[in-house]
């Protein structure tokens, strides 16, 4: 699991900013999302989120928080193989063009086993890394490629890319597999198609991700598919309308409202991540959703049967009225001052009243992290 994330440099983030996953054990049943440890999901997991919601004005930095974590993991999970040897990153930095991006996670696996790495990159070169287990350096790595490893020493180090992580080189010789496979994260996305072929791979993931929606009111009874003459493997999705006189109409799934549409591809991309542990990154979760459904879609991460694995959901959103569902400690402000992003947890704002309506609180903007309305973008400082 994902206990903490910091960010330097990168986008509009300028000073050093937290994501910090990590619930006050005492309150975490009262007042915040972290699944209770079974045997399935080991006792050595603390209190550590299951959930992270983050809110902010557009333009805020919400998504710069996702596109860091996705670049954290692109560069930790898949630079050797992904990345070129003469290709750059894309320039990261808005506020330091001569100072690098740097970037630390911390992580808890089910044995108990607490796993840190730190990394700094400029768009050319990584410049530092370092992976700690347990407090015990495995390795590190310094400007030109100076390298400290007992564990690695048997690598070609001189095979080792500017560009590459040495992570990501490491595992590509077999080592430290466990530890790359931490960093990757899923991500959430939904393309507004309605495809009305699918994989037959996918036909038992789509009749559980209906089962799990199939009381939100859809309309629709059941789905079927069909196969299609000619295509190997594909099937036409069909969506099931029982009428007052009991007869069945079978619709096309592209027939289907988007948001339906919608509802049920997020389901399963949900559902993916439920099924095996890991972490999903989706921006904006509530589009074309109702409230109360994405209420639901959130609640499966905060359930120990439908999230044995402790998997975690970290997404964005402008929805303020799932807020006192989902708690101080899940969720994340953000907002700009001087073109910068500052991000901090409910939890720790000082204006926090817990007797009051988080929702109420947020569009009456005590707190922050809401658009401010009327001002110009160089005066709103």
Same mark, same amino acid.
């Given at each position: ?123 050319e070169a990584i410049l530092f890394e370092k992976l700690e287990i347990n407090n015990e350096e495995i390795f590190k790595r310094e400007e030109k490629n100076q390298i400290v490893s007992e564990q690695l020493e048997s690598l070609p180090f001189r095979n080792l890319r500017r560009n590459a992580s040495l992570l990501s080189f490491a595992a590509s010789y077999g080592h430290l597999e466990d530890i790359h496979s931490l960093f990757n994260f899923a991500l959430c996305y939904f393309d507004g198609s309605k495809p009305n072929a699918v994989q ?41 309308? *029982? !009428? ?5 109409? @079978?619709? /096309?799934?592209? #027939?289907? =409202?988007?948001?339906? &549409?919608? $509802? ?77 992003? *500052? !991000? ?5 704002? @000082?204006? /926090?009243?817990? #007797?009051? =309506?988080?929702?109420? &609180?947020? $569009? ?18």
């Open positions: 699991m994902l206990s903490k994330f910091t960010i330097e440099n990168f986008s509009s983030i300028n000073e050093k900013q937290v994501l910090d996953l990590n619930v006050d054990p005492e309150q975490a049943d009262l007042h915040g999302w972290a699944v209770p440890a079974t045997e399935e999901n080991s006792q050595h997991y603390p209190d550590i989120a299951t959930l992270a919601v983050l809110y902010g004005a557009n333009g805020a930095g919400k998504s710069t928080i996702l596109s860091a974590l996705k670049s954290l993991s692109f560069i930790a999970y898949a630079s050797q193989t992904e990345v070129k040897a003469d290709e750059n990153f894309p320039n990261f930095s808005w506020f330091g063009q001569d100072k690098p991006t740097k970037m630390s996670v911390e992580f808890l696996r089910p044995n108990g086993h607490k796993v840190e790495y730190e990394i700094s990159f400029t768009n037959e791979k996918d036909i038992p993931k789509l009749k559980q991700a209906f089962k799990l929606i199939s009381d939100l009111d859809l309309g629709i009874s059941d789905i079927s598919f069909q196969e299609i003459p000619g295509k190997e493997e594909k099937h036409a999705l069909f969506a099931h309308h *029982r !009428l007052p006189t009991g007869e069945v109409k @079978k619709l /096309l799934w592209h #027939s289907e =409202s988007d948001g339906t &549409a919608h $509802l049920l591809s997020v389901m399963f991309m949900l559902q993916n991540i439920l099924n095996k542990g890991g972490i999903l990154l989706a921006d904006e979760i509530e589009e074309k959703l109702h409230p109360l459904a994405v209420f639901r879609l959130l609640e499966l991460f905060n359930d120990p049967e439908t999230n044995p694995h402790k998997a975690q959901l970290i997404c964005t959103s402008h929805l303020p009225d799932i807020m006192d569902e989902v708690g101080e400690y899940n969720i994340f402000l953000t907002e700009k001052r001087h073109q910068a992003t *500052r !991000l901090w947890r409910l939890d720790d704002d @000082k204006h /926090l009243d817990e #007797s009051q =309506s988080f929702r109420a &609180a947020y $569009l009456q903007k005590i707190y922050g992290g809401v658009p401010r309305i009327g001002r110009p973008a160089d005066q709103a400082n």
